[in-house]
């Protein structure tokens, strides 16, 4: 209750801080010398979404905070209304509009040709571009990253089955899937790989008991990419006592005791990436993908693996990430 | 795999939030109360019970805390559509978006103390017990979902066996007749009130504490509408409803499982949908309470 009445106390202290930082900053810096950027969230509320959208986040914290950027974030946007909420910022004068989800290509591609004096940055997995100069994609290697993801589940296994739960088989989740199996298959040959789906990215009570599902099927590592319904995955895997690999930040601190690891997508960085393209004025439109390299593992939980395991995993993931492991590249469908 | 003991846990797991929350609806409806904002107080209480939670560090307490917040929230409602009164449709769906803006805004403050996952809430079978496959699915059964089996009997006997149930439901009837009979029509509707606020709460905390055990914004996504339609589809009697809730949670338990049958999940989510649809069109016509959604003037 304390802890509570605290953090009441420290929200309306940050307010009352950024109110006067605010009134400070009035008459010593333009707001004219500031880049004016948008970005568009399908979930509320990102900062407490762990996983993809807390890494979002996380880039505009440093757009602002690293470049100065003034930035706004439009949160809980659905599907049909994302074109005509970019299309808003383009004509109030943003100079760059950023979309977050793969699941928002098709308004960037309507929107984009049509404001040709707004750039429109895609963050996320896209295989095109929209027919105009004034845009760039900044997106992550799904296939490196699953295949990471596989080479840790498949050589922490004991049951040899391992499953991945994610909102929708877009073509990002079809991506970090193949790559889970196919990295799982070189180290762990007798692996096996159970993949399902909860319906969409909000659900956390479906996406809870579709994980569970997978446990009772015999999986005893389990792979999370459900947007806000990950934290059910998660607390299907610490119910049913198997291990969770963290997807895009550190899930550690969610339940230390059940996370095996985290695999790290470094989201800030693309937004660093593009904040020094805007900056030098490099911005091409092109996808930028950031590959296995980019991706970190967080330390590997001591209480589920011996030494000899961990020295084994994090061993195959340096030798992939150098390019001397090498994994096979086959694409797998889902449903 | 897909029809096991499993299955009747996932069932159970899903269909106890809505079976707690439509125990709430039916006593206010039968009082002559239309119960819209269910979603809404569920809602609240799902936040203030994962808050109760996590703060106090024992689950039982975030029930305690889920129920009652939604009691305050029956009486809010109570005030706004019984003692005003204001027209109890517009009220109703007001109170679910309010709902929505008020638990997001406490969650955002309190984001940084919900990462983790509340305390678990279970048991497990004492060890001589453990053994046995019949005691193992006994408490591997929800500990809320026996309450609501609990509470199904606690609200029918109240309802239809007890002179205050008499009462609730002769406002929710006739409610010229009532005050004739010298009822109290408004004292009577806010209590009535105030226990469906509570158990809408006490539904929202089994959802959040009992269940998933973490806050999301919205994160009831219609149960409280759903809980609404098992009413309705239980013509207003406390088993047909619990029979409504128990359906809807065996045929989204179904659905979740059949994907194992491969092909395309979304197929399978439909399942519950139209499982309800299909017995709601079957089922025979219920009557309503007479008085449900009629505003009461006082003179």
Known sequence: MGTFTAAIGRHFGRMLAAVALCGAMIGTASAQDKIKAAVIFGVSNPASVNGWDRGHYQGVRKLIDEHGWDVTMAENVPFPLIASTAENYAKSGFQVVIFTSSGQVKAWDQVAPNYPNTLFAMLSTTSSLPKSNNVAAYAPDFYSYGVINGLIAGQATKSNKIAGVAGLPVKAVEDMFSGIIEGAKVVNPNVEFLSAFSGDWTNIPRAREVAALQIQRGADIVLGNAGVGTRGILDASQSGKTRFVGYATDWAVDAPETVLSSVILDVAGWYDALAKDVASGKVEPKINEFGAKTFSVMPLNKEHLTTEEITKIEDSVRRYQAGELSVPVVAHRFK | ?299
């Open chain 2, 1 to 299: 795999m897909i029809f096991d003991l499993e299955f009747v846990l996932s069932a159970l797991r899903i269909a106890t939030p809505l079976m707690i929350v439509a125990l709430g609806v039916l006593i206010a409806e039968r009082a002559g109360v239309l119960f819209l904002g269910a979603e809404g107080v569920m809602l609240c209480g799902a936040l203030f019970g994962i808050l109760g939670a996590v703060y106090v560090g024992d689950p039982w307490m975030g029930v305690v805390w889920g129920l009652s917040a939604g009691v305050v929230m029956g009486l809010v409602t109570a005030v706004l559509t019984v003692w005003l009164p204001t027209d109890q449709v517009v009220m109703g769906l007001a109170m679910n978006i309010a709902a929505i803006g008020l638990t997001s805004f406490i969650f955002r403050i309190a984001a940084d103390d919900l990462q983790q996952m509340s305390p678990p809430m279970g048991w497990s079978a004492p060890g001589a017990l453990s053994e046995n496959p019949i005691a193992a699915f006994l408490f591997a059964v929800p500990p809320l979902a026996w309450l609501a089996v609990i509470l199904y009997f606690v609200v029918w006997y109240m309802l239809f066996r007890s002179a205050p149930g008499l009462l609730l439901r002769s406002v929710g009837q006739n409610v010229k007749a009532a005050r004739s009979a010298g009822i109290n029509v408004v004292l009577v509707r806010t209590v009535a009130l105030a226990l469906a606020g509570g158990l809408a709460g006490l539904g929202g905390a089994a959802l959040t504490v009992g269940w998933v055990r973490s806050f999301a914004d919205d994160i009831t996504a219609g149960r409280g509408f759903i809980a609404l339609a098992a009413v309705y589809f239980g013509r207003w009697y406390p088993r047909w409803t619990l029979f409504g809730c128990l359906l809807f949670g065996l045929g989204e338990a179904l659905a979740l499982r059949t994907q194992v049958l491969g092909g395309n999940a979304h197929f399978y989510l439909m399942i519950p949908y139209l499982l309800t649809v299909g017995v709601l069109a079957f089922a025979e016509r219920g009557c309503a309470p007479r008085e449900v959604g009629k505003p009461y003037e006082q003179l």
